[in-house]
């Protein structure tokens, strides 16, 4: 199977899975709809969203999808068969992300885009996708001339929040649930994070300040296209033989 990676467009909303439609712990405050953890209509809140920042700042996410067949190309050609989502990544300004605010390890830096959220199907066709998805995140931002990516990522210790609620008044903002969301489905691994080149730059047990430089002066685009290469190689060390393009993880099933 492969994949086509292509930016997200309010008209191809319905593409992405059922979970990243409803999911809104990023895009709205919980303060704002006064304690209550559920909203009437979360994915009309996520669409909304998606409109407000498409609107002010343009593109803020990917899909990766299976390749349409050819023309004639078997019974799915034939069929009509739509392309079905197995991967997306969603960022924005950090302005434009309210549960940025809430996270102890912030703020976001002023010169960067904040990487909210990723979810990849699990299948071992799609083995590699994640760092193929970052990649084309990276040569987005670098055409749009940004400076940095950052990221809030998710520590293995953050395992400990399920079971038993953060001491840290802080802490337990950051986690706040809205709806079906949560911070074990809709925040990003550390650990994949430092994989795919980016630095702590505000430590924290659970929830670490990430960040990947897009500009360091002259050498800047050589050391962008560097890391993009570095990715691709790592994306296809760990697929295997005859694979299609893919990624690791899973996108949460709701």
């Not at 998710?154 to 809205?178: C, G, N, S, Y």
């Amino acid at each position: 199977m492969s994949a086509r990676i292509t930016p997200l467009r309010l008209e191809g909303f319905e593409l992405l899975p059922k979970h990243a439609r409803r999911c809104v712990f990023w895009e709205v405050d919980p303060d704002a709809v006064g304690g209550d953890d559920h909203l009437a209509d979360a994915e009309f809140e996520k669409e909304a969203w998606l409109s407000m920042v498409m609107l002010e700042w343009g593109s803020c996410g990917l899909v990766a999808t299976t390749s349409p067949a050819a023309p004639g190309d078997g019974p799915a050609a034939r069929s009509g068969i739509e392309p079905a989502c197995v991967g997306y990544v969603l960022y924005a300004p950090p302005h434009a992300v309210p549960r940025a605010l809430r996270f102890p390890s912030g703020p976001v830096s002023a010169d960067a885009v904040l990487l909210t959220s990723m979810g990849v199907e699990s299948d071992p066709a799609t083995d590699g996708l994640q760092h193929e998805l970052v990649g084309h995140v990276v040569a987005e931002l670098v055409r749009r001339g940004v400076r940095a990516l950052e990221a809030f990522g998710r520590t293995v210790l953050a395992a400990e929040l399920l079971e038993r609620p953060a001491a840290d008044p802080a802490v337990r903002a950051a986690v706040e649930a809205l709806g079906d969301c949560s911070f074990d489905q809709c925040m990003i691994d550390a650990d994949f994070l430092l994989e795919v080149g980016f630095v702590v730059v505000s430590p924290h047990p659970y929830f670490p300040r990430l960040r990947l430089e897009l500009d360091k002066g002259l050498g800047w685009k050589e050391e962008v296209e560097a890391a993009l290469e570095r990715l691709l190689e790592s994306s296809q060390l760990q697929q295997p033989v005859g694979a299609g393009s893919g990624i690791t993880g899973e996108i949460p099933q709701s």
